[in-house]
């Protein structure tokens, strides 16, 4: 306890000289661009939003696939207010100076994406009411432990990931004009809320002995299962909207895999040699509750022989482009329009 300057503080004296290596000196110039580029790219999502609904003339949503839309994306947009309390909770955790500007920068973001996707479904009619049980257990999962590197893994390198997913998947089929709009603004924020975990989660991993990285492996699992579920409830509302399943979740896994890749590389871990039990059991339970549309009259046996194969199957290297993508929207920020990142 502090008292009259005496005793433990909360300011951090030591923020600035906890750089280990080079490499990690070079990932936390990163994290501190990602602060400087939220800055510069900050766009008003009243403005915004204001001005793609009197463009399309408001929004117009076919009146079959209205409460798919909304049943998705109300889970967004609570998903934004955690992804707010997480990266203000980060913001505060983390100790580098680099990584706490990153997690601010994020905070402001998170904050802008809860409002607008608010205003957006206000237009649809929507009145905030609680979300099913899946999607409340994975963000209660993120938002109560009170460890940084279970937050970042959890929040930036898989929910986000998954976020960026149903966000590109909805844009590319189109299913609302404004919406389409508005899912660049989101990709190219959340893309540099990814960039937060993939540079600082190598920190923190480097500071773990074997029984955290189990203890670590287990949380992400937990993750892996609650994601797994939200996606099964969600599955009609997909259908509806004609979207697959099965096409979000490999998406998603492809993305994943694209953030851990990097991250692990900066720990000198080649992808390709390690197997990662999570990701082992993950192919396998893809397989047995959302098999893909040739293999689903196989029956129960067919089925787990499917699911046994997957399990063991190795990933390969995930192209660059799979994150990319999301940096390459041009979009109107308050300073002017940019081009997007090619
Ligand atoms: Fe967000
Ligand atoms: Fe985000």
Known sequence: MAFAGFGK????????????????????????????????????????????????????????????????????MWGELAAWKISAQLADLLVPLESKMAATSQAHDEARHFYVMHDYLLQLGYLPERMDRAPQALLDLVLE??????????????IETLALTIFQTVRELEVEPVLTELMKYYERDEARHVGLGMQYVPSLIAQCNKRELARLMAFQARILFWALWELKVLAPDFATLGIEPREVLERGRRKQLAAFQAASEALGVLVERERNPVAMVLNGAVELLFPAPEERDLGVLGTFETAWKAFWRRDQRVEDRELGVHASHAIRTARGVDPGEL
């Open 145 to 158: 432990t009170d460890n940084p590197l279970y937050k970042l893994l959890g929040m930036q390198l898989m």
């Open 9 to 76: 503080t909360q300011i951090r004296y030591d923020m600035f000289d906890i750089v280990r290596n080079a490499e990690e000196a070079k990932r936390l110039i990163k994290c501190e661009r990602i602060y400087h580029r939220g800055q510069e790219l900050a766009w008003d999502g009243r403005d915004v939003l204001a001005e793609l609904i009197a463009a399309h003339g408001g929004v117009k949503v076919d009146p079959a696939k209205a409460d798919a839309v909304k049943r998705i994306f109300a889970i967004i």
